[in-house]
């Protein structure tokens, strides 16, 4: 080993505490981009894997009733390779020891051969066997949150008829990876599950015999989904096809993608963050490192060191740091990157998880964390390889202060000297000072994105379930049902109000614009179920035209006073040119409102509700449930209560977990930060302090000059951490909308707050470790050397 | 104790003495004392030797040091810094230490100077025994009694030179206005220059300044023309004549330079950790008549 190495080696060994708070910034960069990549990865793999082995459809549409001859027709679409009709309806179940009516999807599969499309995993027992209606496979996860394993007895209302089935088989199934019931935000495995049960079993008991109403499709590779969703939907449209969909909008689908897009936004965002501070720390120690060995850099080329050999020595010190840095981050982002796949296995039901990383992810974690490193270290680097061997040999002068119109003010000549010490350094060195508060600032802005989170969920829950919403239970129904369903249903034990609701399933057109979504049309003016604008008013529906959400006039790009065209996809499916009266602002979905009888003009029909909302007397649910679960064509039953909960537990697994970590990293940059500008600080003015020291002044009064600088910084760094903050939180905010929800851009005072008191807690224990190199300054060794 | 009544630096401690019974030995006469040096500010090189040794011997010595060893190991190796060593320092007194490098001087300044404890033996200041005095009793006694001057200045670069004296007097309990220690020290028209702005000289001359504004009882000055080239060495050492002569101070010179002894009162010799000679000059040589 070469002595310049050996120098490297023990430089780097000298310097460890700078280096690893350096490498631990660096880390947290790498850590999540390795997090985020390889989860991608993992999900991506695992998902195609599993799309492929299981013959996930490309194509799916609903229907009424289609006589089966008409898959014939299907099957000659261009570019189709399967065809497969299915059953699939809702039912309502009763699984013993739960109180609440379960919603079932009930979906059908081939009794006597094995499917072709949307094959199940099984993952315990067997199919259901031919002329056994009462067999039915369970969804694994509906089957674990009610501990129902082969061998056991739940009971379904078919169409009107309490039916016993037999549990023979527990299943995963490729279109069910992320399962939501109808009306849900999030999923719910003890209120919705999935069961498959034999095809002609589910044909006789919902009328379908030789009929089906759900088609699933498989195209050949190269094939345009979208051409064959219009065909498919040409064919369908006399059978009451309420309009087919490609793989990418098909729900649990959709959702296992977006939340790749969203890891794949997250790696780009915050590991920048992280890296362009670990480049600006690897630029301020090297920067000292080069000055404090200036005469040593003259002595090496005078002894006829090349400049190139100067200057690579001290770029590998700076790939040196990279490289800790790079090693702490894969570890911390392969186990982060695990643990977050399993997390999503939790939330998306896969039968195998794929968590083999390639090198891929790692290799650019390393290319990007070495690449910043090196970029931090250029000014230093530059600075060594011309620094003339003569002039090197010479110390430096003295940094050069002088008086300013600062300096002359009134309020500075009033400063005891110590504060004036700390105010020139402040502004003798705008840079390191701009680096320090730009770097707790950013701790502190990515702890307030990151709480934002839990702010902005509290907020929706808030707005969305308990202002907007007034009602305790919702009952869902699969077809239209006159008005009268509204009246039978305040009958029910404890009931106290009711509101009726329609929704139908409809194309919106403006333009070349179109978006399905369902108009739901409401009492003009609501009590239970509510049109409720995000800034907190209800809106009072007008007697004619549309009241849509700010996302669906965005979507169209319509404008209150436009025209949207309505192609209904029910009944007569009516097409209407409907005005657009109002737009309003909410966080979930992009919904159409009308006012009821409006909408039942619109469909040349009575009066008619899909959905009837309950006002319910607490003290009756047990009754009501009951009940319910008796009456027939329910299709959903959804309880406020049980939804919110739902939805704050599903938030809490998964963001309460990944804001820990974020506080980790920031605290992490904070620590970076804070203990290099104090080191660096300390190796520039040790001699300084040490003759105050010596001078007479205590430990506590040269601490004063040293931390109070910090200390100042930290103090500038709050308000603009908490502006950055805001800023980064709207940044990924607005790359997390999605179409289904938006989160609001809520900061509490409270997590600005507490986001400032852990940026502080962090810069003060990095303060404190300098301090504590303060106390064993060499008061001696000033006495005689020079700098 | 004085409290001065001025005010204090806000981290400073209240007012007080090292121990109980450690009182300044100011009186009020200092003050016209000091009006006095001002007025005679022009022609001030004439000061010096107008104290006799016999108004010095009366009174008490400032530091007492006896058998004071120092031992420093580093690994298996124990150096032996100082040996036994035995010193008086009386009040108003000016000692020249002399000695090669290695022979324990500024061993023996740290010791005295608070800021390195003996391995044996006893340091006293008055009445007050320094190896006993912890890090925050030491701190005290550098910060009350104590003025230092460096080999290499060591002055804060980002403060002026009025305030490098300033930063001093404001933790003292009874200094002189810093801009009378400059004009002391022939500086009194420089008072806002940064020490990058000033000569070698000028720095040295600042750290003087420094050191005395607060009234020390002591003065210690390691090397302090180790870094100066003859002419400005003389001035330096002109400064410290000066303020030795005006303040009645009692100081301790260090220095490899003989010629430098001719100033001093007395002229110790160091080697090996001990002092081999000891001698009195009959008369002090004006600093002006020194050159190397």
């Known amino acids: 080993m070469g002595a310049l190495h050996r120098k490297l080696l023990r430089d780097f060994w000298r310097l460890r505490g700078q280096v690893f708070a350096i490498a631990l910034v660096m880390a947290s960069g790498v850590g999540v981009l390795v997090m985020a990549l390889t989860a991608v990865e993992s999900l991506e793999q695992t998902a195609i894997a599993y799309y492929e082995r299981y013959g996930f459809a490309d194509v799916f549409a609903r229907v009424e009733r289609a006589p089966e001859n008409v898959a014939v027709k299907l099957r000659e679409i261009p570019g189709v390779r399967t065809v497969e009709t299915r059953v699939v309806r809702t039912a309502v179940l009763d699984v013993a020891g739960f109180p609440e009516p379960v919603i079932g999807e009930l979906v059908s599969v081939p009794e006597r051969a094995e499917a072709h499309l ?43 008829r309490w039916r016993e089935l037999t549990v023979v088989g527990v299943a995963l199934s490729p279109e069910y990876v992320y399962a939501i019931g109808p009306g849900a935000l999030m999923p719910d495995d003890r209120r919705f599950g999935v069961l498959w049960l034999g095809r002609e079993a589910l044909e006789a008991a919902f009328d379908l015999d030789g009929a089906f109403n759900d088609v699933s499709l498989a195209i050949l590779p190269g094939a345009d989904p979208e051409a064959v969703v219009g065909h498919v939907d ?48 690897t630029h301020m120690v090297l920067g000292r490192l080069v000055a404090v060995e200036r005469s040593e850099i003259g002595l090496l080329k005078a002894f006829g060191y090349t400049n190139r050999d100067i200057a690579a020595h001290y770029a590998r010190f700076a790939l040196g740091i990279g490289l800790v840095g790079v090693l702490l981050g894969w570890c911390v982002g392969y186990w982060l990157g695990r643990y977050d796949t399993q997390l999503y296995a939790e939330l998306y039901h896969f039968p195998f998880l794929l968590f083999r990383p390639g090198p891929q992810a790692f290799a650019i974690a390393a290319a990007v964390s070495l690449g910043a490193a090196l970029l931090g270290a250029l000014a230093a680097v530059r600075t060594a390889a011309v ?39 402040v502004v003798r060195w705008p840079g390191r000072s701009f680096v320090t508060t730009a770097g707790i600032a950013m701790s502190i802005a990515v702890l307030v994105t990151a709480m934002q989170w839990l702010d902005a969920i509290e907020h929706m829950i808030d707005v969305y379930f308990l202002q907007a919403q007034g009602q305790d239970v919702s009952v869902g129904f699969a077809q239209p ?54 800034e907190g008013r209800a809106l009072e529906l007008p007697p004619d035209g549309l009241v849509i959400s700010t996302m669906l006039a965005k979507l169209l790009d319509v404008r209150v006073g436009d025209r949207i065209t309505v192609e209904v996809l029910e009944g007569r499916r009516p097409v209407a040119e409907v005005p657009v009266v109002a737009t309003f602002e909410t966080y979930i979905g992009s919904p159409a409102y009308m006012d009821l009888r409006a909408l039942a003009r619109l469909m040349r029909e009575r009066p008619s509700v899909t959905a009837v909302h309950l006002r319910v007397d607490a003290a009756h649910r047990g009754p009501l449930f009951r009940a319910l679960k008796a009456l027939p064509s329910v299709s959903s039953v959804t309880v406020r209560e049980a939804a919110v909960r739902t939805f704050r537990d599903t938030m809490a697994e998964t963001i309460t977990i990944f804001v820990s970590f974020f506080v980790v990293f920031a605290c992490a940059l904070a620590f970076g930060v804070t203990y290099n500008a104090a080191r660096v600080a300390l190796s520039e003015r040790g001699r300084e302090l040490a003759t105050l020291r010596v001078l007479g002044f205590t430990r506590a009064e040269i601490s004063y000059l040293l931390l109070g600088e910090l200390a100042l910084l930290a103090f500038v760094a709050l308000p603009l951490g908490c502006a950055a903050g805001f800023g980064l939180a709207s940044l990924i905010v607005q790359a997390f909308e999605t179409e289904l929800y938006r989160v609001p851009l809520v900061v509490l005072p409270e997590t600005y707050g507490l986001a400032m008191a852990i940026g502080l807690v962090a810069t003060a224990v990095s303060a404190l470790l300098v301090r504590r190199r303060l106390d064993r300054l060499d008061l001696i060794a000033v006495l005689k050397t020079r700098e | 104790m004085i409290d001065s009544g ?62 004071l060893c120092k031992v420093y190991r580093t690994g298996e190796v124990e150096v032996h810094a100082l040996r036994s060593l035995d010193l008086e320092l009386g009040t108003g007194e000016l000692v020249v230490l002399l000695g090669p490098s290695g022979s324990g001087k500024s061993t023996l300044l740290n010791i005295l100077g608070g800021l ?13 025994e320094l190896s006993r005095l912890d890090d925050a009793g030491l701190t005290r006694y550098r910060r009350e009694h104590v003025g230092f001057v460096f080999q290499f200045y060591n002055l804060i670069p980002s403060l002026t030179a009025l305030e490098n004296v300033a930063l001093v007097t404001e933790i003292a309990l009874d200094p002189m206005p810093p801009a009378a220690a400059l004009a002391l020290v022939g500086l009194g028209e420089r008072l806002h220059h940064f020490p990058a702005q000033l000569s070698g000289g000028e720095q040295q001359r600042v750290a003087i300044a420094r050191a005395i504004a607060k009234r020390p009882d002591l003065l210690l000055c390691d090397e302090p023309t180790g870094a100066l080239d003859s002419q400005t060495g003389v001035l330096v050492l002109e400064a410290i004549e000066r303020t030795h002569a005006e303040l009645g101070t009692s100081t301790v010179l260090i220095t490899h330079n003989a010629v430098i002894a001719e100033m001093a009162d007395r002229v110790l010799v160091m080697g090996d950790g001990r002092i081999h000679e000891e001698r009195r000059n009959a008369r002090r040589r004006p600093a002006r008549e020194i050159a190397w």
Not at chain 2, 29 to 35: N, V
Not at chain 2, 39 to 62: D, H, I, Q
């Open chain 1, 387 to 425: 620094l003339p061997p003569a002039e090197a040999m010479r110390p430096p002068a003295p940094p050069p202060f002088q008086r300013t119109a600062f300096g002359d003010l009134g309020l500075v000549r009033r400063l005891d000297q110590p504060t004036r010490i700390l105010l020139r350094q």
């Open chain 2, 6 to 67: 001025r005010r204090r630096h806000w981290l400073a401690p209240a007012p007080h003495s090292l121990h109980d019974g450690i009182v300044r030995k100011w009186e009020p006469s200092d003050a016209l004392r000091f009006g006095r040096v001002l007025r005679s500010f022009p022609n001030w090189r004439g000061v010096a030797g107008r104290r006799t040794m016999a108004a010095m011997a009366k009174r008490p010595p400032t530091l007492r040091a006896r058998g």
């Open chain 1, 481 to 534: 049902r006159s008005a009268e369903i509204e009246r039978d249903l305040r009958r029910l034990p404890g009931v106290r109000t009711t509101e009726p609701m329609r929704a139908v399933p409809a194309r919106l057109r403006h333009g070349w614009r179109m978006q399905r979504e369902a108009v739901q049309g409401l009492p003009a003016r609501q009590q239970l179920y509510r049109v409720y604008d995000a």
């Open chain 2, 116 to 128: 390195d404890t003996a391995t044996a033996g006893e340091a006293w200041f008055l009445d007050h």
């Open chain 1, 234 to 281: 040409r064919i369908l449209a006399p059978y009451g096809g309420v309009g087919a969909y490609a793989r990418a909008d098909q729900l649990s689908n959709w959702f296992l993608m977006n939340e790749i897009d969203q890891s794949r936004t997250l790696s780009t965002i915050l590991p920048t963050i992280f890296l362009a501070v670990a480049a600006f720390l």
């Open chain 1, 118 to 160: 949307n094959r199940l995993a099984l993952r315990e027992g067997r199919l259901p066997r031919d002329g056994r209606p009462d067999e039915a496979v369970l969804a694994e996860p509906f089957a674990q949150a009610h501990a129902l394993a082969p061998g056991d007895h739940l009971r379904a209302v078919i169409n009107g």
